[in-house]
């Protein structure tokens, strides 16, 4: 099993290496591509696309795990490996799609937002046609009839974060690499090897893009991969398993938490200073956290070098919560909150130094 998940990370990682180029060719050919303004740290007219050669790495390495790995399907996730698969192939098409065409014509913010609404959606209605568990974050509460509306917002929730966070050159590839890393690893652990089977790919995708996205970046991803890698990222955390046994504890819903910490914090850190400031919640703005580490006097290599060691940090704390109590997950999961605090603080502190 070992030797397929490594697979299943280097095949799209090298299909990634191999594709980009010609996803930064088509897009030249085609003048789509992201003009720099008062608003964007980049200085060069740069080529979109990026995001269709991590889709089309990924769908290629789920589509040969479908036809070649004959899995009996998890107990968890009531879902044969087939329909797993085509449900992970649909839902990342539809987004792909829906980015690319915001890439295209520049959507309005309320336009995307119903469009990822729609996908979410539909694979929600998938997932209650098959038998999946959709309320694997209230599983066996009073509230568990809750359980498909918030599925659907922390679908859409988590795509729209993951988009936000592409605000600097590798920051959403490599946040969502090491992300999907940490899914796989953890459900593997779990037992839960079709989900770590689809996030190993999914990281690797990511991460073979990050070689041409990483400061200078030669070429973006657009909204068809930052949406892509968001929506694959909420599936892969709706799906996952965070307990050796299998069993949904309190703990179920920490774990995702952590490893997606940075979108979360990001898009909490712009909401809030949005609503401070009296400024619309969809204006596109520089107060994502990599502008306020570069504001800091960090370069631009080091403000994303800094979050990825913060993604990891999260995720390690993940990994750790399936060994403890349940009460010793919440003090890890507390410890967490409080450093992202004292983050926040520090960062504010400095800011205010400075003006």
């Known amino acids: 099993m070992i030797i397929i998940l490594v697979a299943a990370f280097l095949a799209p990682l090298t299909l990634t290496l191999l594709l980009t180029p010609v996803s930064k060719r088509l897009a030249l050919m085609l003048k789509l591509v992201d003009r720099p303004d008062a608003r964007k740290q980049h200085l060069l007219t740069t080529p979109l696309l990026g995001g269709m050669s991590i889709f089309v790495s990924f769908a290629a390495v789920v589509v040969a795990g479908m036809l070649l790995w004959d899995s009996p399907g998890s107990a968890v996730v009531p879902l044969g490996w087939q329909s797993l698969c ?18 295209i014509l520049g959507l309005s913010p309320i336009m995307k937002l119903l469009l990822h609404t729609f996908s979410a959606l539909v694979v929600g209605i998938i997932f209650v046609y098959k038998g999946a568990l959709l309320n694997l974050f209230l599983t066996g509460s009073s509230s568990a009839w809750l359980a498909a509306p918030v599925t659907i917002l922390w679908l859409v929730g988590i795509t729209n ?12 590839a490599g ?13 593997a652990l779990s037992g839960n090897f079709e989900v770590a089977y689809l996030s190993a790919a999914l990281s690797g995708a990511a991460a073979g893009f990050l070689f041409f996205n990483f ?12 949406n892509m890698l968001g929506f694959m990222l909420g599936i892969i955390a709706v799906l996952g398993v965070y307990t050796p046994t299998g069993s949904i504890r309190e703990i179920s819903v920490l774990a995702p938490l952590l490893i997606l910490a940075i979108p979360i914090i990001d898009t909490v850190f ?8 009296g400024k619309p919640l969809f204006n596109a703005d520089r107060n994502h956290l990599a502008h306020r580490l570069m504001r800091l006097g960090l370069s631009h290599s080091e403000a994303v070098l800094v979050l990825f060691v913060v993604a990891l940090l999260m995720g390690i704390m993940a990994l750790l919560l399936p060994t403890l109590a349940p009460y010793q997950a919440m003090l890890v ?23």
């Open 86 to 103: 085509a449900l992970i192939l649909i839902g990342g098409g539809l987004m792909t799609v829906t980015g690319l065409v915001d890439d």
């Open 161 to 172: 974060s993951t988009n936000l966070l592409d605000h600097a050159d590798g920051l959403a």
């Open 175 to 187: 946040v969502s690499s090491i992300a999907a890393a940490f899914f796989a690893i953890i459900n």
């Open 215 to 226: 400061t200078p970046a030669s070429i973006f991803m657009g909204d068809c991969g930052s």
């Open 270 to 277: 712009v909401i809030v200073f949005r609503r401070k400031h």
């Open 333 to 355: 999961f507390l410890h967490a909150v409080i450093l992202v605090v004292l983050f926040a603080f520090l960062i504010r502190r400095a800011e205010a130094r400075l003006s």
